[in-house]
């Protein structure tokens, strides 16, 4: 399984990107998808998740309410769309396929709940 994350760059404060995520293989469909990102210096953190059953989402709570994730099966994609960004948001993205088609928030915000992980693409929030 291959994660190519693409859709990063440079923005101004308040404004807005969508990250995406292409897979590689034939199951994408069955198993949960989810975003992570980690600034300068700091631990790769949870952003948010979405299942593969029930289209169930999870977020952090630093994003809540401004990022949105979303998937399309039949083009084996998953999406991040990131309104009023903030400096704060810089990191890189990383996008990852779950061990399983869903579970919990507390499942799916752990880094080892993840098997298989793109490269990262980074978002950079400045005036």
Known sequence: VQLQASGGGLVQP????????????RTFS??????????????????????????????ADSVKGRFATSRDNAENTVYLRMNVLKP?????YYC???CHGGGSWSELSRIMSYDYWGQGTLVTVSS
């Open 96 to 98: 990852a396929r779950a």
């Open 14 to 25: 308040g404004g807005s990107l969508r990250l995406s995520c292409a897979a590689s293989g």
């Open 30 to 59: 069955r198993y949960a998808m989810g975003w992570f990102r980690q600034a300068p210096g700091k631990e790769r953190e949870f952003v948010a998740a979405l299942s593969a059953f029930d289209t169930t989402t999870y977020y």
């Open 88 to 92: 704060e948001d810089t990191a890189v």
